[in-house]
């Protein structure tokens, strides 16, 4: 999708949307899913039951994709960014998460979603001397607003 220049693969684009799309389709699912699980479940568990489910897939997945380069994560400083990036979305994050929606609904937790690629820019920018430009900027403005309207609506009712 994008380089480490940040040049956009033209023919690219439209798959990377479809992409993304349905990984927010499948976020959208788990969600659901998840509340249902987090009535009965301990946070953790469901985290770690989700997690080995996730192995199982891509296990399969990895069957009838071309052969992988497994080289790239031989060297320490990259295993050791994927293991913190695993452990902080799928170990810590997924804990938070379940733990939030056993108290309260899906509708009030995907009001939070939003906020993803508002840490996620400011994350860049700190980290990676990203840059926004006005309208991304007025964008997130614009999201931690809704967020925030629609959490103070929900409270009242």
């Not at 199982?56 to 400083?77: D, E, K």
């Given at each position: 999708?994008?380089?480490?220049?940040?040049?956009?693969?033209?023919?690219?684009?439209?798959?990377?949307?479809?992409?993304?799309?349905?990984?927010?389709?499948?976020?959208?699912?788990?969600?659901?899913?998840?509340?249902?699980?987090?009535?009965?479940?301990?946070?953790?568990?469901?985290?770690?039951?989700?997690?080995?489910?996730?192995?199982?897939?891509?296990?399969?997945?990895?069957?009838?994709?071309?052969?992988?380069?497994?080289?790239?994560?031989?060297?320490?400083?990259?295993?050791?960014?994927?293991?913190l990036s695993g452990m902080l979305i799928h170990g810590l994050g997924a804990s938070f998460f379940n733990s939030a929606l056993s108290r309260i609904t899906a509708t009030q937790?995907?009001?939070?979603?939003?906020?993803?690629?508002?840490?996620?820019?400011?994350?860049?920018?700190?980290?990676?001397?990203?840059?926004?430009?006005?309208?991304?900027?007025?964008?997130?403005?614009?999201?931690?607003?809704?967020?925030?309207?629609?959490?103070?609506?929900?409270?009242?009712?």
């Open positions: 999708f994008l380089s480490w220049t940040g040049r956009v693969a033209g023919e690219h684009v439209i798959l990377g949307v479809v992409l993304a799309l349905g990984a927010v389709l499948c976020a959208s699912l788990d969600t659901i899913t998840s509340r249902v699980l987090a009535q009965q479940s301990h946070p953790i568990a469901l985290a770690a039951a989700c997690c080995t489910s996730g192995a199982l897939v891509a296990a399969v997945a990895l069957l009838f994709l071309p052969r992988q380069n497994w080289l790239a994560f031989v060297s320490v400083p990259v295993l050791s960014v994927t293991l937790a995907a009001l939070l979603f939003p906020l993803i690629s508002v840490l996620t820019a400011i994350g860049g920018i700190a980290l990676f001397d990203e840059r926004l430009t006005p309208g991304q900027t007025i964008g997130a403005i614009i999201v931690v607003a809704s967020t925030a309207a629609a959490g103070m609506t929900a409270e009242s009712k």
